[in-house]
């Protein structure tokens, strides 16, 4: 193993901040470096607990983010937020960064912040951002909170990192329980009904608890929901102690490891994907070129011409990446 790497490694389980940023930027431009240090640190991950947080833009998501991060510095805990934004690159951290330093004293090496956006990174955002998870869990976070905005497909690959998945609605605005999108109802381990200032909230938490009621539960959880007003922290310590709940039926249930194991398994097939896709392009372009206009002059079917491709390609690692992490 690279010497180099290795001691990069070490500063991140050390929790050296400067390191780690580094480390973020390298995952962020899909820099080979990112992928060995990543195998060398592997070892080191698997302690945090994953916080998503999703639901609509302007919803409260990072006020809560924030407010979530100040409640568990007064426990103590090591944070590490990364907010996802996939529209709009960097000013969610930078706006994030202030309000936390406005909220909270605990403004401190232990609460770590990241704003990512889509740059030169292979695999998309979403696995950008279960790097990033993986990294800040080796550098010693207890807790790390994902937010991003929500739900397009990109966002449902993020929050499938998280061990908790908490969905962020608001009343008014015209927001209806039936206009929830489904996809949302789904992920939801707890619902925070956040602006629960607004007049209207608590027809709309009805609305929610009539709806949730419809459904069955979901690995022996019925989704709770929690009013919160996160812009005066109000309903911050119940929202914790739903999440706790939440940790200690999962944990206790075994859930969390058949997640990870499920959540593995979909992460192997991707990589398999792409890397199969990556040969595909890089090992033989006119082979590819030839193979498709014979599918377009219908000299060949694309099915043959697919199992052609397969048997053609060589899925031996590349040499580079070739050994495992430090060989541990
Ligand atoms: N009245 C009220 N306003 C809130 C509450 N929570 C957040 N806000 C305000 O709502 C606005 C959006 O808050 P953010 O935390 O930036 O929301 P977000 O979901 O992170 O937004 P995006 O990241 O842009 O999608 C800000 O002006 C907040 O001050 C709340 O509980 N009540
Ligand atoms: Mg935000």
New binding site residues.
């Given amino acids: 193993m690279n010497a180099s790497i290795e001691s990069w490694a070490e500063q991140i389980r050390a929790g050296d901040i400067r390191a780690v940023s580094r480390a973020l930027s390298a995952i962020e431009n899909g820099d080979e470096d990112a992928q060995l240090l990543l195998r060398t640190v592997f070892p080191s991950t698997g302690r945090a607990w994953r916080i998503g947080?999703t639901?609509?833009?302007?919803?409260?998501?990072?006020?809560?983010?924030?407010c979530l991060a100040a409640y568990y510095r007064t426990q103590g805990k090591a944070i590490g937020i990364i907010?996802v934004?996939p529209t709009?690159p960097f000013?969610?951290g930078a706006?994030?960064g202030d309000?936390i330093r406005m909220q909270s004293h605990f403004m401190d090496e232990d609460v770590f912040i990241r704003s990512m956006a889509l740059r030169g990174s292979t695999g998309g955002l979403a696995q950008a951002a279960a790097d990033a998870a993986l990294l800040l869990d080796a550098a010693g976070k207890d807790i790390i909170i994902l937010?991003t905005?929500g739900v397009g497909q990109d966002e449902i690959e993020i929050v499938r990192i998280a061990d908790c998945t908490l969905v962020?609605v608001?009343s008014g605005a015209g927001d209806e329980v039936q206009g929830l999108k489904a996809g949302l109802m789904e992920i939801a381990d707890i619902f925070v009904l956040?602006?629960?200032?607004?007049e209207d909230a608590g027809r709309f938490e009805q609305q929610l608890l009539f709806v949730l009621q419809l459904a069955p539960p979901r690995e022996g959880w019925n989704p709770k929901i929690v009013r919160?007003?996160?812009?005066?922290e109000?309903g911050i310590a119940e929202l914790a102690g739903e999440i706790d709940d939440f940790r200690e039926a999962h944990v206790e249930a075994h859930h969390r490891h058949t997640r990870e194991i499920a959540y593995w398994k979909h992460w192997l097939v991707r990589q398999a994907e792409r890397r199969v896709a990556e040969q595909l392009v890089e090992s033989s372009p006119s082979k590819l070129d030839e193979l498709a206009s014979s599918v377009a002059s219908r000299e060949k079917d694309p099915y043959s011409a697919a199992e052609e491709i397969l048997r053609a390609l060589d899925f031996a690692p590349r040499q580079k990446n070739s050994r495992p992490g430090g060989a541990v």
Wanted: charged letters at 20%; zero cysteines.
């Fill in positions: 947080i639901g609509a833009a302007g919803s409260g998501k990072s006020t809560l983010a924030s907010a934004d709009s000013t969610g706006i994030l309000r937010e905005v962020v608001v956040n602006k629960s200032d607004y919160t007003v996160a812009t005066e109000k």
